[in-house]
């Protein structure tokens, strides 16, 4: 967790400034504006519902996959679930490979293993989850036509 975790309170410490300095400003430049979708996305994959926290290996994964980019193109609204899927994917397809980040230290191996594995997911997961919001709007016209 260490090895994944080490500079997060920094990257949210720099959102988190860069966050209210945008209040002010609206031209911001492109690394400002990736600092601060990041940053979001990572606010809500740290989110978890009370009573109900994510093993310490599926953390770890998630961070990981955030840290890798894996999660800043996916809509914020849908982080959580992204994250929620990706803990149930490892779980079943990949314990092997949780147990090894449970264990110790994120090698190079394990850390291309792993890239591997979210890659996969991830592209299921689009597949799986396209146009989400469409989907709902559109169930929640049918029920108020209906």
């Known amino acids: ?7 997060l309170r920094l990257d949210l410490a720099s959102y988190r400034e860069k966050q209210a300095f ?24 740290l989110k ?24 800043d193109d996916i809509d914020l609204d849908h982080v959580a679930l992204f994250r929620d899927e990706l803990s149930a994917h490892m779980q079943k397809k990949h314990a092997d490979l949780r147990e090894t980040v449970r264990n110790g230290k994120i090698s190079n191996a394990t850390g291309k ?15 799986d989850h396209p146009n989400r919001e469409e989907k709902i709007d559109l169930e929640a016209t ?3 036509a209906g």
């Open 1 to 7: 967790m260490k090895q994944v975790a080490g500079t």
């Open 48 to 71: 978890q519902k009370r009573f109900s926290a994510l093993d310490v290996a599926d953390q770890a994964i998630a961070i990981y996959a955030a840290k890798e980019n894996f999660v």
């Open 22 to 45: 945008a209040q002010f400003g609206s031209d911001l430049d492109a690394a400002t504006q990736y600092q601060l979708n990041h940053g979001a996305h990572m606010m809500e994959l």
């Open 113 to 127: 293993k792993l890239q591997k594995a979210i890659k996969a997911f991830k592209k299921q997961f689009l597949v």
């Open 142 to 144: 049918a029920e108020i």
